[in-house]
């Protein structure tokens, strides 16, 4: 799907409007001893307009963080009460049911867990996201593959190298699972 400039616009300003209180306070140093990076409009945009739609699909962030990425898919014609997110900071969590539920996301879609704990998501309705995988590099150069099926994460891996990386990522591909790189 491709977004309208209109929407992203409204995308940006949604941002806009609560970036400066998504953070709880933490220092950007504090975020990132926590592994905490929060979702900026331009990466929103750019995976929203990897699916065909998000009308009628159950939409799940399983490291929701301040909300941007549901309140950007909000925006872009999901239905609110089909969002769901996980979020490990509590405070974190608090910012982004506040922020949500504006949009319509209903307070309790939105838990608290850890991503990589499937007991987090026995506290969430079943989504209907097929498959997904999440690509993200640590501050080594690692590099990290979350792939999750129904929401429910099946295989956290993590490569030293690049191109081992992308054999397993060519592999998930071929399996049609959509891609995230974060």
């Not at 990076?37 to 963080?65: A, C, N, Q, W, Y």
């Not at 509590?90 to 307070?107: H, N, Q, Y």
Request: hydrophobic share 40%; with cysteine; proline share 5%.
């Amino acid at each position: 799907m491709t977004l309208s400039d209109d929407i992203k616009a409204k995308i940006q300003a949604e941002y806009d409007t609560w970036q400066a209180g998504q953070y709880a306070g933490k220092s950007k140093e504090e975020r990132q001893s926590k592994g905490q990076f929060f979702t900026p409009p331009p990466l929103s945009i750019k995976m929203l307009e990897k699916f065909d739609t998000v009308k009628d699909k159950d939409i799940l962030d399983p490291t929701l963080g301040a909300g941007g990425l549901i309140a950007a898919a909000v925006i872009a014609g999901a239905d609110p009460t089909r969002c769901h997110g996980i979020e490990l900071d509590d405070k974190v969590l608090s910012i982004a049911k506040r922020r949500l539920a504006l949009l319509g996301v209903p307070p309790c879609n939105l838990v608290q867990g850890d991503a990589l704990d499937p007991a987090s998501y026995e506290k969430l309705s079943e989504c209907s996201l097929t498959v997904f995988a999440a690509v993200y590099m640590d501050e080594s150069k690692h590099v990290h593959v979350i792939v999750s099926k129904k929401g429910i994460p099946a295989k956290a891996v993590e490569f030293s190298t690049r191109s081992a990386a992308n054999e397993f990522l060519k592999k998930l591909k071929a399996k049609n699972v959509k891609l995230f790189k974060i």
